[in-house]
């Protein structure tokens, strides 16, 4: 059986629940930590790799099987 993996963005805040005040401002700054990732080049560093136990073959997105399968077809040659 195989074993997954998943990336994720690793950012987070903690935000008391039903506080739509402190949630807007985490959402706020969520997106300019992002944004500001991505302008000085650290989103990089923000991205995990976690154990996705319960995924399968399915979970997996096409494009990357679609290049797994066009090295395969390169190998061949």
Known sequence: MNKYKRLIIDLGYVVRSGDDEMIQHAKTAFYEDIMNGYKYNDL????????????????????LLEEESELEELEKF
Do not use: C, K, Y
Not at 44 to 63: L, M, N, R, Y
């Open 44 to 63: 990089w560093d923000q991205i995990s790799i976690v154990d996705a136990p319960g995924a399968t073959e399915a979970d997996i997105p096409e494009f």
